[in-house]
């Protein structure tokens, strides 16, 4: 019967050991869990649609380089390039299309093949890198379009009268600007305001003296020997504000192809100079991107009060100018150097 009985309570205490350890064991998971999401990565590197995005496919999963540029240069960096990377996953970051899990590198190198890390200094790839360089150009052209908005501006004690001798005065200077402009032109009104005009006096509710309406009307020219006579017919016509004058490009297609090829030749030979200096030679060009392009400035001027006292009565001279097209490469060389 004693037997029994320190049978009894040994088999007690073991379930009371049992079941405090179980707890624990949970615990440790959890806390693993809530660990900075450390990560070892080994798969290929792919483009993705990110700008200047790089992923690592590892088993169907993808995981975007939130800074890839830092190995860029790298002689094994290129598409499908088996590639091992420790870091961090950074499931927070918001790219622009979500592509494949954010994951932060800090050490990547090239596994298997060209360019991986071995043991052995003979099989490494010395005697290769990489370069970044940019290239810059500026191409000037002639504008081939020209916008003039001008305004008619009226004043009168009552809203009415004001807006009544608007229509009357912008019908007549519409009328003279499509005449000047020809018929290829486009007209169109731009604007349109009638406001109070207020006396303002100190501690005293603003008081409504009159009323002011105001009509734009904006004129796209292709011909821009018509500028100056659609100046001066407005003002004839009556309109009493010529506000802006721009020139713009838009068939801008030819002058960007060459700001853009001039650009890349630049980039180009700068590779080859460094490639010199170095006392070897380019063997490839890896990567090229359009970088810093966009469309031609618009030249834009105001008319000056003494061109508006003027213009009608001599003939308003205008300067088109140029613009200038701007574009720039970079890109990314392979140069082969001597041991």
């Known amino acids: 019967m004693k037997s029994l009985q320190n049978a009894i309570v040994v088999f007690a205490v073991a379930l009371l050991f049992a079941a405090q350890a ?13 660990k900075t999401q450390e990560a070892t990565l080994r798969g290929r590197l792919s483009r993705t649609v990110e700008p200047g995005g790089w992923l690592i496919v590892d088993g169907g999963k993808k995981y975007l380089l939130l800074n890839a540029n830092r190995f860029q240069t790298e002689s094994w960096f290129r598409e499908a390039a088996e590639v091992e990377a420790v870091g961090t996953m950074k499931p927070d970051v918001i790219t622009t299309y979500q592509e494949g899990t954010p994951f932060e590198v800090r ?3 090239a596994v298997g093949g060209r360019g991986a890390a071995t043991d052995n200094p003979t099989t490494n790839t010395a005697g290769i ?12 052209a002639q504008p081939d379009t020209a916008v003039v908005t001008v305004a008619v501006v009226t004043q009168s004690a009552t809203a009415l009268v004001a807006q009544r001798e608007n229509a ?7 009328r003279a600007v499509r005449t000047a402009a020809g018929a290829g032109a486009e007209i169109e009104t731009s604007g349109y305001n009638l406001q109070p005009q207020y006396n303002y006096q100190q501690n005293q ?3 409504i003296t009159g009323y002011q309406a105001s009509n734009s009307v904006t004129a796209t020219l292709s011909d821009l020997t018509r500028v100056g006579p659609v100046i001066d017919a407005a003002a004839s016509a009556g309109a009493n504000s010529i506000s802006n004058l721009s020139f713009i490009l838009r068939r801008d297609r030819p ?7 001039e650009a890349t030749r630049e980039a180009i030979a700068k590779a080859q100079v460094m490639a010199q200096a ?10 090229v991107q359009e970088a810093g392009a966009g469309r031609p400035p618009i030249i834009q001027r105001e008319a000056s009060d003494s061109i508006r006292a003027r213009a009608a009565a001599t003939d308003t001279p205008i300067e088109t100018g140029t613009l200038d ?11 082969e150097t001597r041991q």
């Open 278 to 287: 170095l006392g070897g030679r380019v063997i490839r060009i890896v990567e």
């Open 22 to 34: 179980t707890p624990a064991r949970t615990t440790t998971k959890k806390i693993r869990q809530g």
């Open 205 to 207: 509710q603003p008081r």
């Open 129 to 140: 890198t990489r370069v970044l360089v940019t290239g810059d150009s500026i191409v000037q």
């Open 107 to 109: 050490t990547m190198r």
């Open 325 to 335: 097209i701007r574009a720039q490469v970079q890109l990314i060389a392979e140069i």
């Open 168 to 174: 009357t005065q912008t019908e007549a200077v519409i």
């Open 255 to 261: 002058a960007r192809d060459q700001a853009l090829t």
